[in-house]
């Protein structure tokens, strides 16, 4: 990880976030403290919140995978997608309802989840390696979520601030890759019974596999391989909706099934 920000910058990018999640408030953008193109300097910010989460007490669950659609790459001037860290607690899948109190200002987006079945670490991470490497995948709702006020981000903002990690909820229904292909996934997501997104796997950098070889190449590279048993959010199918309390919604992906998350109605004090 290269980075020319500085080591001063990068801490107070740190302090910010936390004191933003803390606090329950949004705060204002990273970028003023460690621009808007040095990604290694954002990453950086994320790994040392990841680091205080861990001493904390966290476990990590897997990672999700941010801006894999090329209109939102291009929105944000960026080439490529992210990541972030999903700890253990942010998976909200047995609960009746997501409590709307974690969170800031959420959005909902349907996505395939994987499991791994392998560590991704050593090898060429070819697509064989990939595909091999997937014990099931899922429905899924990443409930995304920006301690940034008024989701005023670019690209170094997002990375910094966990891939905009919120929540997520994982469907019933699982199946193997012999099973499916994820890319020929057809996914409708309503709230309430209006439909106010959908798309297919291929609008997920033309394949959610690609996106997670894409990961798996990332994350060794940062020094933090993906391992067998972790979840993978692989990143949006289609637009992603708010969701303030007392939304209910569902997405429906074909083979996979449906997954639905009622979001309760309190809020922070």
């Known amino acids: 990880m290269t980075t020319k920000t ?31 193109t040095d990604i290694g300097a954002a990453y950086a ?4 919140l990841t680091d205080r989460r861990l001493a904390a007490g966290a476990t990590v669950a897997g990672r999700k995978i941010g801006l894999t659609s ?23 899948t047995g609960l009746p309802e997501v409590p709307s109190g974690r969170l800031l200002q959420p959005k909902a ?52 601030d966990n891939g905009s990690s919120g929540l997520y909820v994982l469907g019933e229904s699982w199946l193997t890759l012999d099973e499916f292909e994820p890319r020929e996934v057809f996914m409708r997501l309503f709230s309430g019974e209006e439909l106010v997104s959908e798309g297919t796997g ?13 990961l798996a190449r990332t994350a060794r590279d940062y020094g933090q391989p993906l391992r067998a048993g972790q979840v993978i959010l692989s990143g949006a199918l289609g637009p992603m909706v708010p969701t303030p309390p007392g939304t ?13 998350a009622t979001f309760s109605k309190g809020t922070h004090s």
């Not at 291929?202 to 894409?214: E, I, R, V, Y």
């Open 6 to 36: 500085s080591t001063s910058a990068i801490g107070a990018a740190v302090e910010r976030l936390t004191a933003a999640a803390a606090t329950d408030t949004p705060c204002a953008a990273v970028r003023d403290l460690i621009g808007t």
């Open 109 to 160: 987006e349907a996505e395939i989840a994987f499991v791994l079945g392998a560590d991704l670490i050593d090898g060429d991470l070819d697509d064989t390696q990939i595909r091999a490497a997937v014990a099931r995948a899922a429905a899924a709702l990443e409930i995304v979520d920006s301690r940034i006020a008024d989701w005023d981000i670019t690209i170094t903002d997002t990375v910094a």
């Open 202 to 214: 291929a609008a997920c950098l033309g394949d959610p596999l690609q996106a997670l070889a894409w």
């Open 248 to 260: 209910t919604v569902r997405a429906e992906l074909s083979t996979l099934g449906t997954v639905t």
């Open 45 to 48: 910010v994320q790994q040392l």
């Open 70 to 92: 090329p209109a939102v790459q291009q929105q944000l001037g960026v080439d490529q997608p992210d990541f972030g860290v999903l700890f253990a607690d942010m998976d909200v």
